[in-house]
């Protein structure tokens, strides 16, 4: 029942920005927390940042932390990630997350390449 559906990749050039959605579905948005990972090719998933149910706390990565920006809007059950100062080694895919079961939830994934 519980649905994630990741869009707003793409191919982009260093130093570009991309937005990432997730749209969520089959529970109750506002009560949990949300979050993005990503797994590069030979690399394990990490997470990239993090935002409470109601927006109030955010976390990131440090390899992200001034260029990235988790937000939500819970009217709209979707999350988002905004991307900028784009650098090749963000290239990934990028996977939104959930805590609800053993190993949370997670969507499909949506492939962010920075490339020139």
């Keep these: 029942q519980v649905q994630l559906v990741e869009s707003g990749g793409g191919l982009v050039q260093p130093g570009g920005s991309l937005r990432l959605s997730c749209a969520a579905s089959g529970f109750t948005f506002s009560h949990y927390a949300m979050s993005w990972y990503r797994q590069a090719p ?33 009217a709209k059950n979707t999350v988002y990630l905004q991307m900028h100062s784009l650098k090749p080694e963000d290239t990934a895919v990028y996977y939104c997350r959930t805590p609800i079961g053993p190993l949370g939830s997670w969507g499909q994934g949506t492939q962010v390449t920075v490339s020139s």
Excluded at 42 to 69: M, Q
């Design 42 to 74: 030979g690399k394990e998933r990490e997470l990239v940042a993090a935002i409470t149910s109601t927006g109030g706390i955010t976390n990131y990565a440090d390899s992200v932390k001034g260029r990235f920006t988790i937000s939500r809007d819970n």
